[in-house]
């Protein structure tokens, strides 16, 4: 079977308690043995979901929304954030007292310490809090920064920054992406490199940061979980994923 599938993590892999369901993971051996190719696509660190890569035998991926792909363990594209704007975007969020987090692909710190904001946030990931090094983003590629602030400040960075995007994931983060950057971008690489038809790709998310990646294949599938404006771009619905939402959703295109 000459297909691909696509999954995110949070909220579509994994429930809202960051725990892998166990029809999950029996609706993904299935799928692998029935020689469907799959790949994990999402916005986190490669490091932040190394065990679940292990669990579920799968070593291709698209992390940092696109920035970092990853195909059999073997890196095939990069695109790392400005090393400029990401310098001048640290000192002009320093004025407002908002602190950011570097990420590369093996590790993350902050420029400030025990920042309420980065533990609110990092802790809903169920993820260990990054150390402190306010220089590590110095001759280091960045592939994605997070910018914390509430989202009635966020004007004060879409028209200022315009080689970066900025998603927000949670009321008190942003991701911050290099301009155009997106899971769809990362997702076209991988497939130029495996060769498949667009008609043959399929994708399951629940977060604005899906949007892309859902119109993008051939058929995008929103999780019941994901909210009403992800769905709007979605060619099929699935239940919640504590509902198995994945299992369904192999099923209802008999690719299990």
């Not at 095939?76 to 001048?88: F, Q, R, V």
């Not at 980065?118 to 306010?134: A, E, G, M, R």
């Not at 899971?183 to 667009?198: D, P, Q, R, S, T």
């Amino acid at each position: 079977m000459n297909k691909i599938v696509f999954f995110d993590i949070d909220g579509t892999l994994l429930d809202h308690e960051k725990k892998l369901p166990k029809s999950t993971k029996k609706a993904i051996d299935q799928l692998k043995k029935n020689g469907v190719f799959v790949a994990i696509a999402t916005g986190r660190a490669p490091f932040m979901f190394k065990d679940l890569r292990e669990e579920l035998e799968i070593d291709s991926y698209i992390s940092f929304n696109g920035q970092y792909v990853v195909f059999e363990n073997n890196v095939i594209y990069k695109n790392p954030l400005n090393s400029i704007e990401i310098k001048n975007l640290t000192n002009y969020s320093a004025n407002y007292k908002h602190p950011m987090v570097y990420l590369n692909e093996s590790t993350m710190t902050s420029n400030e310490a025990n920042h309420p904001s980065i533990i609110d946030s990092i802790s809903s990931l169920k993820l260990q809090l990054p150390t402190c090094d306010p220089d590590f983003y110095i001759d280091r590629e960045i592939y994605q920064a997070l910018l914390f602030c509430e989202e009635n400040a966020e004007c004060l960075y879409l028209d200022k920054f315009k080689s970066f995007d900025f998603i927000r994931w949670h009321e008190m983060s942003m991701d911050v992406l290099p301009s155009g950057g997106s899971k769809a971008e990362g997702i076209k690489k991988l497939i130029e490199k495996l060769g498949f038809n667009l008609a043959d790709v399929y994708a399951f998310g629940d977060g604005l940061n899906d949007i892309e990646m859902l119109e993008a294949v051939g058929t995008g599938v929103a999780m019941g979980n994901a909210s009403e404006k992800v769905k709007l771009h979605a060619n099929y619905i699935t239940s919640d994923v504590t509902e198995e939402g994945i299992y369904k959703g192999l099923r209802h295109f008999n690719l299990i």
